[in-house]
């Protein structure tokens, strides 16, 4: 999170707690938007191959779901209800991402150069000086920073945070991957919340770290834009090296040829209905809607929810998988998880 | 290497070297670590790590028995015994077939492995403590010898071993028989909730409930119980303990609690976020395929490293003493860069003090070809493992085996009572991995569909799903009492290739632990009735550990819970160490490991022999200071 004054012009402020609320939402699906296309990329890597790369893309995947409960706690927080598994939950890929300028779409697709670009793209930290445009914002930093605003703003004259404190998603179901759950439940709880989410993303005060050392006195760790930055370049950060001057440690070898040639974007609908292909997309997408559904109930007070649902995350990755190993075309691409939602029936 | 004096010695990278040297260099003492294994193995980087790691899995996803060495080199300078390798001994020939010169009567059936992190890497990971009347077996029921320490004594130590190995558990849950007040400390918690117990364990628990068994004319209640196991799952924020830690004013190593600790799992050696959790992989025995279970290596890499040197491809052979003083003043060890080839130098590791942690049988040959440690004449004697007992049988419906942990539930009523004057304690495990010890399943099961019954299609699948799911192993780990007679010894004749020696091995089970399988085979049967299990166990006289008592025969399995080749005990004549693990005829040489242990009880004996690792540690220490 910048530090200093609120950099939000009146125009971009969130003026309700309903308007707060649907922020928060959005911020849920905000995070959630992005790991679809990171999963993509993390399975079409060949199992034992290419492991700082599938290290890396696995640990900001990883941290992407903390984002989203820690979205979801903020919300809790104040009452909200996150919803999950609505129909208009899953973006229709590619997609340009919720509240951004629209400047560049997301999909989904294999690891290559190609991906790792737009992975920058969605990753990269605000430039101080650019204001949001009113419902716009240039970087997710700016739309978090027009939140936190918001979560100060609102707070300072009633007490906003009412939402039962049950609700919350509480540390030990969290890890396999950086930083830690915190439950929200006063401003503070939830700036650090929300300073997480965008430290973790985008760095701390222009650095390239994360910040989780300073909360959990974690190892030094990068922020997902200078970790994606480092396969794109081939190279490790170090621990002195700043965001303008690039990594400058110890190459970082990527295989970018050994990954499964997934066809971008598949869709349930290049497939005959009823065929093999369609079938096993089919049962992919039920498997994902079940894990929605249970992080549904997990986040609308059955937080051990999530515990159980650690077995659907395995089916989800197996089924992708599988996918990827099935031709398609005479160019030897592969079929893909197409992440469509699908209605509990037939 | 030579030149350099250290403070300590060590021999063995397993889980009771790793502890002495981690221990030791974070109090700030220089250690050299020797280790037979390959260099590869000792890796705690990645890419170097992982890729190690990976060709182990590999190797295991090409072995076609899944044994538990079956993912480790098997190096012909340091080799390894292997269960591949056992088969009955014809009359007074000795089986040469593998790395033991076994002469039975009956062969040993339990292995080791020879590399970086040791056994640790293919154990199970249950952490049972030690009963206290384990430690007082003559004193109250007449048989084996006392320790000369107390349950009480080596309690702050389990505390440790439990920190450090990462045990999940819930203390509530574990009640054994005659433990008296206080058996864990007040407010202890296990660092991590227990591992969920199977549904198979659920399904079992609902079967026995209530259920009394006759025992020796007693109706005995069942109970089932969660197992403790060194593998990560969530932690318990109610753990506040740190450390150890070494305290000079107190000269004692000390757990410190601090209201702000929180218990962080240990992930693999790759990658922290890596195995934070046990994700049911099943395959425990012989790998973790992502280090949620504890092995030694992660103890090794938290080792202060700017004091530790570490000598892999070293396989210590010799210890080398002052006559006039009778102190250790170094161990030789030969360097070997291909492990095929016989070639090797012979160097020279020189210290203060020197702990041989390199496995109770290892151990015992390396004091034997030495001549060290030995007035007592035990040295290799009192060879002990759990005999392993195994009854299975179709459940009356799916409980779906072959998912989790080997085995995440237990029945510890037989773990201790008035009995032992009779006859053997053991410890029921229930397990989660169908037939597949006994006979081989499930891949027997099916050859056994296509081969027998000529099953295939449908109705094969039809078979498979109805009794695969089905299985169910019932598993007795009965104790073995020290036996002089039951030793590992060495003989010029068998040398490995380096020309150190074979450990040659004379081995039996005596009426005490055969009749346990007697009484075990009995209240399986009781079970089984009960539950309407359909009983499909066989023994065959054909079997490599067959044996019979009261004209009934049994087979039985090795646990690998080697112990007590080099123990400790009260007095110099009838025992190699003394209490602080130090040998009674050399101040400074210690020795480490389950070769100290005086009897096995029913725990598997990892847990107790990382504690006895802590207190050797700390009385190192104090030799130090």
Redesign the interface.
């Known amino acids: 999170m910048s530090e200093g004054p609120p950099n939000i012009p009146e125009a971009a402020r969130i003026k309700t707690v309903a308007s707060l609320k649907r922020h928060l939402q959005t911020a849920i699906e905000l995070e959630h938007s992005t790991i679809p296309p990171y999963l993509c990329a993390l399975y079409s890597i060949k199992d034992?191959d290419n492991?700082?790369s599938s290290?890396i893309v696995?640990?900001v995947a990883?941290e992407e779901m903390l984002h989203m409960i820690l979205a979801a706690n903020v919300l809790n927080a104040i009452g909200g209800e996150p919803s999950i598994n609505h129909p208009r939950f899953i973006p229709e890929y590619p997609t340009y991402l919720p509240h951004s300028d629209r400047s560049f779409k997301v999909g989904l697709e294999k690891f290559s150069k190609a991906t790792v670009n737009t992975f920058l793209k969605i990753e990269m930290p605000a430039e101080p000086k650019s204001p949001p445009e009113p419902n716009r914002y240039h970087t997710i930093g700016q739309f978090y920073e027009a939140i936190e605003d918001a979560l100060k703003r609102l707070s300072r004259d009633k007490d906003i945070f009412t939402g039962e404190r049950d609700r919350q998603i509480t540390?030990?179901s969290y890890?396999?991957?950086?930083g830690g759950v915190l439950a929200v439940h006063d401003l503070d709880s939830a700036l650090q919340a929300l300073g997480e989410i965008v430290g973790q993303g985008e760095g701390v005060s222009r650095t390239i770290f994360d910040g989780d050392h300073r909360i959990f006195g974690e190892?030094v760790e990068y922020a997902h834009y200078f970790r994606y930055n480092e396969i794109h370049e081939g190279r490790y950060y170090t621990k002195r090296d700043t965001p303008k001057g690039g990594p400058t440690g110890k190459p970082l070898p990527v295989a970018w040829d050994n990954v499964y040639n997934m066809r971008p974007n598949p869709k349930m609908k290049d497939y005959p209905r009823g065929s093999e292909r369609w079938e096993k997309s089919y049962e992919f997408n039920r498997t994902y809607m079940a894990l929605l559904n249970d992080l549904h109930r997990a986040f609308n007070g059955q937080p051990k929810r999530l515990?159980t649902s650690?077995v659907t995350m395995?089916e989800v990755k197996y089924q992708a998988v599988e996918l990827m190993r099935i031709p398609v075309n005479e160019e030897g691409m592969t079929a893909g998880p197409s992440f469509e939602y699908v209605p509990p029936d037939r | 290497m030579t030149e350099k004096s250290y403070d300590v010695v060590i021999v063995g990278a397993g889980i009771a070297g790793a502890i002495v040297a981690k221990t030791l260099t974070q109090a700030g003492y220089s250690v050299l670590l020797l280790e037979a294994g390959l260099q590869a193995g000792m890796a705690f980087e990645d890419p170097k790590a992982y890729e190690n790691y990976q060709s182990y899995l590999n190797n295991y996803y090409n072995a076609l028995a899944k044994v538990p060495n079956a993912p480790y080199p098997n190096l012909q300078d340091a080799p390894s015994p292997n269960v591949l390798d056992l088969s009955p001994i014809q009359g007074t020939t000795p089986d040469t077939t593998g790395y033991f010169v076994q002469k039975g009567p009956l062969p040993f059936a339990s292995d080791y492995a020879r590399t970086p992190g040791g056994t640790t890497l293919h154990w199970l990971g249950t952490c049972l403590r030690m009963l206290p009347n384990d430690f007082r077996l003559k004193t109250v029921y007449g048989h084996g010898v006392d320790w000369p320490i107390s349950y009480e004594e080596l309690k702050p130590y389990y505390e440790m071993a439990e920190r450090e190995i990462g045990v999940s558990a819930n203390v509530e849950e574990q009640v054994y028989p005659n433990t008296g007040e206080g058996f864990f400390g007040e407010d202890y918690v296990f660092p991590m909730h227990k591992i969920p117990q199977s549904y198979l364990d659920q399904k079992f628990t609902e079967g026995v409930q209530g259920m009394k068994v006759g025992v020796g004319g007693d109706d005995i209640e069942l109970y089932v119980t969660s197992t403790p196991q060194g593998r990560n799952s969530i932690p318990n924020h109610r753990y506040k303990l740190t450390g150890p830690v070494w305290d000079p004013y107190t000269n004692k190593l000390v757990l410190e609690r601090s209201e702000q600790a929180s218990y962080e799992p240990v992930g693999s050696i790759w990658d922290p976020y890596t195995g934070q959790r046990c994700e049911g992989n099943a395959s425990c025995v012989p790998i973790c395929p992502v280090q949620a279970k504890y092995n030694a290596l992660k103890t090794i890499k938290r080792a202060r490293r700017e004091n530790l040197d570490i000598v892999t491809q070293a396989v210590a052979s010799k210890i080398e003493v002052d006559p006039t003083t009778g102190r250790v003043k170094a161990i030789s060890y030969k360097k070997y860069h291909d492990p095929g080839s016989p070639e090797h130098t012979t160097e020279t590791a020189r210290g203060t003090v020197f702990a041989i942690a390199a496995h109770s049988v290892e151990n015992a040959k390396m004091l034997l070809a030495s001549g060290v440690a030995n007035s007592s004449n035990q040295v290799g004697r009192n060879l002990m493992d759990h005999m392993v007992f195994l009854t299975w049988g179709l459940m009356p419906e799916r409980v779906y085996p072959y998912r989790g942990p080997g085995s995440t539930s237990n029945l510890p009523v037989f773990r201790d009572g008035d009995f032992r004057k009779r006859h053997a304690a053991f410890i029921m495990p229930i397990d989660n991995w169908g037939f597949g010890w006994p006979t081989g399943a499930p891949y027997s099961s099916l050859s056994a569909a296509v081969n027998q019954m000529n099953l295939f299609g449908k109705q094969l699948r039809k078979h498979i799903d109805e009794t695969v799911s089905r299985q169910l192993l019932l598993h007795f780990e009965c104790e073995q009492l020290p036996q002089s007679e039951n030793r590992v010894t060495i003989d010029p004749q068998y040398t490995d290739p380096l020309g150190n020696f074979r450990p040659v091995i004379q081995y039996n089970v005596s009426d005490y632990t055969r009749a346990a399988m007697a009484v075990a085979k009995n209240i399986s049967n009781q079970i089984f009735a009960r539950i309407g299990i359909q009983d499909q166990t066989q023994y065959n006289p054909t079997d490599s550990d067959y044996l019979t008592y009261d004209g009934v025969g049994y087979t039985f399995w090795g646990a690998g819970h080697l112990v007590g080749t080099h123990r400790m005990g009260l007095t110099r004549h009838d025992s190699v160490v003394n209490s602080q693990q130090r040998t009674w005829d050399h101040e400074n040489l210690f020795l480490v490991g389950c070769g100290n242990m005086p009897t096995i009880g029913t725990s598997n004996p990892t847990l107790t022999m990382a504690a006895l690792s802590f207190w050797a540690a700390e009385n190192i220490l104090r030799d130090l200071k």
């Open positions: 034992g492991l700082p290290q696995r640990s990883v540390p030990e890890y396999g991957g950086g190892k515990l650690v395995y």
